[in-house]
C-alpha cells in the first residue's frame, strides 16, 4: 500500500473512533427522564397516592410509536417518566389506567398478583388475584413488577375488539381502558428498578428492546428515600 | 562500548564474587522460614473465612479448592516479595562496597536457574491441573450445570428437583414435586441433595447463586443440570452472572436454605397459595418454548411442539428419585 493509502486508512480509522467517543459521550449528557418526587405528597392518613397510565404510543419525542408509562406528578400534571421518589416505609396507593391490548404472558407467573398489601388488587373495581391472560380478548397488557420487593401486578389488556382507543399521550379515561388498583408499603432506602415482565418492545430481540430497554418507556427506578 | 571499561570489570568478576556471601541460599532460607510459618497460619486462619463458605458440600470443596490454591500461591507470592525485597537491600546503589552490575555470560543465563523454574512450573501447572479435575469428577461437577444429561450424578438416592428459569430480568422456580408451583424467591431443605434444572426463556442468563457455589449457565429450549448438597441453614444470594441486557445488574434476589420442616411447612402452604397459579401454568416441562403462549416477540417459530416431554423424574434408570424435600 501507497504512503498516501495507509495515512488515508489510519485517518479513516480515527475519525471512526472519534465518532465513536462523541457518540459515548453525547448520549452519556442527554438527559435522562426526571424524577418525579412524591415525598411531600403525602395525605393526613400519611400514605400517597400515585396515578400511572400505559400506552401504546406515547405519541411524542423521538420514538412516539413506543408503548410507555407515564406518572401524575403530585400537582396533577402528565410525566413522561419511570424515575419516582418515594419516602420509606410507606404505603403506596397505586391507580395505573391500562389503555393497551394485551398479548399472552412468556412467563405466566406475572398474571398473579404478588406483594401487594393483601395480596390482591382490584381491576375495574373487583378483586384480583390471578388473571388468565389466554382466556377472553384482553390478555395481559404489561405488568407492574418491582423483582427486589417481589411486587408484581399484571395490567390486564384493553378489549381487542375495543374501537375507542387511545392514539398517544396522555390519555383520557373517556377512552377505553382497564383501571388497576392496589397498594404496597416502600422498604428502607436504596434504589429499586422495576419494569413491565410482558416482552411488549414489539419488532426487538425477543420483544424486549426498544421500549423495554430505554429508561423512560417500561421500566424505570422507584428511588426510596428516608 | 570500549573494551578499556569491559575488559577489568570481565577479570574482575570473579574474584568479586568470591568475595559475596551465598545470596541464592540466603534468599532460599528467608523465604523458605517465611513460607513455613505463613502458609499453615493462612491455612488455618484465612481459610475457613475463604468464600463461598461452607453451606454446601459443593462451597465446602471450592472453599478447601481455593485454600489449596492459595496455599500454593502465597509461597510463590513471598519468593516474589522476598527476591525483590532482598535485591533492593543488597544491591542499592547507596550501599556501599556494592559491586558494579556484571555482564557478560552469567547475566544471559544460568542453566540450573532455567531448569529449576522450568521443572518447578510445570510440575505446579500439571499437579493443579489434575486437582482440579479429580475435584470436578469427585464433586459431582463441582456445582456447575453438566449440561441435560450430567456425567457426574449425586450418590444421595433421593433429591429435590427445582427449575430455575431466567427471563429478562429474574430468575423465578418451579417445584415439581410441589405440584410445578411457580415462586420468586428460592427457597430450599438443609441436609438434602438438590438437582438445579436451569433454562431461560429468551436470552442466556447464568444462575449463579453464590452461597451454594452453584452457578449454570441459562439457556433456552436447554435444561442445564447442576447439583449440590446442603449443609447449613442460611441466606443465598442469587446473580445472574451472564450479560442479558439494560437491567442484567437488577437481576438478583435473595433465598434461603431452611430446615427441612420449615421448608415442608413453607412448600405446602406456597402450593396451596399458588394452586390458582399453578393450574394455569403449562405443564411442567424442563424447557420451554415461548411460542406456545404468542408471547414469542416474533422470534420463535411457529407450529413447533412446545414443551419439550415432561420427563417424569426419576423415571430414568440410574437417575435418582425426586422427593418433597424429606
Same mark, same amino acid.
Given at each position: 500500500m501507497s504512503f498516501g493509502g495507509r495515512v488515508s486508512v489510519v485517518l479513516g480509522l480515527l475519525v471512526v473512533v472519534i465518532g465513536f467517543a462523541v457518540w459515548g459521550v453525547v448520549g452519556f449528557l442527554l438527559p435522562q427522564p426526571p424524577t418525579v418526587d412524591f415525598t411531600s405528597a403525602q395525605t393526613p392518613t400519611g400514605a400517597i397516592d400515585m396515578t400511572v397510565q400505559t400506552v401504546p404510543a406515547i405519541g411524542f419525542g423521538y420514538q412516539p410509536v413506543w408503548v410507555s408509562y407515564l406518572v401524575k406528578n403530585p400537582q396533577g400534571q402528565w410525566i413522561h417518566s419511570t424515575v419516582w421518589k418515594l419516602p420509606a416505609h410507606t404505603r403506596i396507593n397505586v391507580t395505573i389506567d391500562q389503555y393497551d391490548s394485551g398479548s399472552p404472558l412468556r412467563n405466566q407467573q406475572w398474571w398473579r398478583v404478588q406483594g401487594t398489601l393483601g395480596g390482591q388488587a382490584t381491576y375495574n373495581g373487583k378483586p384480583l388475584s390471578v388473571y388468565d391472560s389466554n382466556t377472553g380478548n384482553n390478555g395481559i397488557g404489561h405488568t407492574f413488577t418491582v423483582p427486589a420487593l417481589n411486587l408484581s401486578v399484571p395490567l390486564v389488556g384493553v378489549d381487542g375488539n375495543a374501537t375507542n382507543t387511545c392514539g398517544s399521550a396522555p390519555c383520557t379515561t373517556n377512552f377505553d381502558h382497564n383501571t388497576m388498583k392496589f397498594s404496597f408499603m416502600t422498604p428502607g432506602a436504596g434504589t429499586y428498578s422495576w419494569q413491565c415482565f410482558v416482552p411488549c418492545g414489539g419488532g426487538y430481540l425477543f420483544g424486549n428492546g426498544g421500549p423495554m430497554t430505554t429508561l423512560g418507556y417500561m421500566g424505570g427506578f422507584l428511588d426510596v428515600v428516608a | 562500548m570500549s573494551t578499556d571499561n569491559t575488559e577489568p570489570a570481565g577479570q574482575d568478576a570473579p574474584a568479586a564474587q568470591a568475595d559475596q556471601p551465598r545470596h541464592m541460599w540466603r534468599i532460599v532460607a528467608i523465604w523458605f522460614i517465611l513460607a513455613a510459618i505463613l502458609d499453615p497460619l493462612f491455612y488455618f486462619l484465612v481459610g475457613p473465612h475463604v468464600p463461598p463458605g461452607t453451606m454446601t458440600d459443593n462451597a465446602s470443596d471450592n472453599q478447601f479448592d481455593f485454600n489449596i490454591l492459595l496455599v500454593i500461591a502465597v509461597p510463590v507470592l513471598i519468593a516474589v516479595w522476598v527476591y525483590l525485597g532482598y535485591c533492593i537491600v543488597m544491591w542499592r546503589s547507596t550501599r556501599k562496597g556494592v559491586p558494579d552490575p556484571v555482564g557478560g555470560p552469567q547475566a544471559?543465563?544460568?542453566?540450573?536457574?532455567?531448569?529449576?523454574?522450568?521443572?518447578?512450573?510445570?510440575?505446579? &501447572?500439571?499437579?493443579?491441573?489434575?486437582?482440579?479435575?479429580?475435584?470436578?469428577?469427585?464433586?459431582?461437577?463441582?456445582?456447575?450445570? %453438566?449440561?441435560?444429561?450430567?456425567?457426574?450424578?449425586?450418590?444421595?438416592?433421593?433429591?429435590?428437583?427445582?427449575? &430455575?428459569?431466567?427471563?429478562?430480568?429474574?430468575?423465578?422456580?418451579?417445584?415439581?414435586?410441589?405440584?410445578?408451583?411457580?415462586?420468586?424467591?428460592?427457597?430450599?431443605?438443609?441436609?438434602?441433595?438438590?438437582?438445579?434444572?436451569?433454562?431461560?426463556?429468551? &436470552?442466556?442468563?447464568?444462575?449463579w447463586a453464590y452461597q451454594l457455589s452453584v452457578k449454570a449457565d441459562a439457556n433456552p429450549q436447554q435444561d442445564n443440570v447442576a447439583y449440590t448438597e446442603t449443609? %447449613?441453614?442460611?441466606?443465598?444470594? &442469587?446473580?445472574?452472572?451472564?450479560?442479558?441486557?439494560?437491567?442484567?445488574?437488577?437481576?438478583?434476589?435473595?433465598?434461603?436454605?431452611?430446615?427441612?420442616?420449615?421448608?415442608?411447612?413453607?412448600?405446602?402452604?406456597?402450593?396451596?397459595?399458588?394452586?390458582?397459579?399453578?393450574?394455569?401454568?403449562?405443564?411442567?416441562?424442563?424447557?420451554?418454548?415461548?411460542?406456545?403462549?404468542?408471547?414469542?416477540?416474533?422470534y420463535y417459530p411457529d407450529n413447533v411442539d412446545p414443551y419439550s416431554n415432561a420427563e417424569v423424574y426419576g423415571a430414568t434408570p440410574g437417575k435418582p428419585t425426586p422427593v418433597n424435600g424429606q
Open positions: - | 544471559r543465563s544460568h542453566l540450573k536457574v532455567q531448569v529449576g523454574w522450568i521443572v518447578t512450573t510445570t510440575i505446579m &501447572v500439571l499437579g493443579l491441573f489434575l486437582f482440579g479435575t479429580v475435584r470436578l469428577i469427585t464433586g459431582n461437577g463441582s456445582g456447575g450445570g %453438566e449440561g441435560p444429561n450430567p456425567i457426574w450424578t449425586p450418590t444421595s438416592a433421593t433429591v429435590l428437583p427445582v427449575q &430455575v428459569i431466567g427471563q429478562q430480568w429474574k430468575f423465578t422456580y418451579r417445584y415439581p414435586t410441589f405440584g410445578g408451583m411457580e415462586t420468586s424467591q428460592l427457597i430450599i431443605p438443609d441436609h438434602t441433595t438438590i438437582a438445579f434444572h436451569v433454562t431461560s426463556l429468551d &436470552v442466556i442468563h447464568s444462575f449443609k %447449613e441453614t442460611g441466606n443465598v444470594t &442469587v446473580r445472574c452472572s451472564e450479560l442479558c441486557g439494560i437491567w442484567h445488574g437488577a437481576m438478583f434476589n435473595y433465598g434461603k436454605v431452611v430446615s427441612k420442616s420449615d421448608f415442608e411447612t413453607w412448600a405446602k402452604k406456597t402450593e396451596a397459595l399458588t394452586a390458582a397459579n399453578t393450574k394455569l401454568l403449562p405443564p411442567f416441562a424442563w424447557t420451554y418454548v415461548p411460542d406456545a403462549n404468542n408471547a414469542d416477540g416474533g
